[in-house]
Structure formats: structure tokens, C-alpha cells
């Protein structure tokens, strides 16, 4: 069992910028890779960024690319979302999740593939 803990969200103009942090309850957390996906009211559960256990493996959702950065700290357990020049269409619940096919050499972009998944932190960008 591996618990997830969201935390950074919150209210902000667009334009602005917010970085959000996902604590992971395992000592393997290494050998897993992370992923972000949001979701809007009405909307389903979209892929926004992955990243590979080593880090070297970052897919991006292309309505995100040139704004958010992924990263990982693997002696922290914790992964990161760097979101910048936020707009309103951003505004959604952003989970983190852990896919633990440690065999994946790039992270997958579809929810059902991931095992475990944080309760998500709001994330509001006003216009």
C-alpha cells in the first residue's frame, strides 16, 4: 500500500504561477514512476505530466508543455509540479499517482494504468 499526500494548490491570478508537491508513503518510491492528472467539474480525469523513476522520461500533455515542469526527489519520496503562466482552463482537482510496473521505461498517460493515487489538491487559476 502506498499513500500519496498532495499539497501547494490554491487560488491564483492567471498568469501566476503554483508548485505543487506529492509526498509518497513508500521507501521504494525510487523504483516507481510518477504521474499528474487533473480534473475539471464535467470533465474526465486528463493526463498533465509523467516522470520515470530515473527522471529521464518526461511526457507532458501538450496543452501543458512550455509551462509545467515534473521533477522527483527520490530521497524526499516526493514529486513536484512547476506550474507556470497559469490559466483559467487549468483550474481542476490535480492528483498525483504511482505506477508500480517498474518494467515501464516511460510513463504512461492513461489513468487506469496507475495503482495508486493521492486524495488531490484544488488548484483555481481566475481570469
Known amino acids: 500500500q502506498v499513500q500519496l499526500v498532495e499539497s501547494g494548490g490554491g487560488l491564483v491570478q492567471a498568469g501566476g504561477s503554483l508548485r505543487l508537491s506529492c509526498a509518497a508513503s513508500?521507501?521504494?518510491?525510487?523504483?516507481?514512476?510518477m504521474a499528474w492528472f487533473r480534473q475539471a467539474p464535467g470533465k474526465e480525469r486528463e493526463f498533465v505530466a509523467g516522470?520515470?523513476?530515473?527522471?529521464?522520461?518526461?511526457p507532458y500533455a501538450d496543452s501543458v508543455k512550455g509551462r509545467f515542469t515534473i521533477s522527483r526527489d527520490n530521497a524526499k519520496n516526493t514529486v513536484y509540479l512547476q506550474m507556470n503562466s497559469l490559466k483559467p482552463e487549468d483550474t481542476a482537482v490535480y492528483y498525483c499517482?504511482?505506477?508500480?510496473?517498474?518494467?515501464?521505461?516511460?510513463?504512461?498517460?492513461?489513468?487506469?494504468?496507475?495503482?495508486?493515487w493521492g486524495p488531490g489538491t484544488q488548484v483555481t487559476v481566475s481570469s
Open positions: 499517482a504511482v505506477d508500480r510496473a517498474t518494467w515501464r521505461r516511460i510513463p504512461a498517460t492513461t489513468p487506469g494504468t496507475y495503482d495508486y
Open positions: 513508500t521507501q521504494t518510491f525510487r523504483n516507481y514512476a
Open positions: 516522470i520515470s523513476r530515473s527522471g529521464g522520461s518526461t
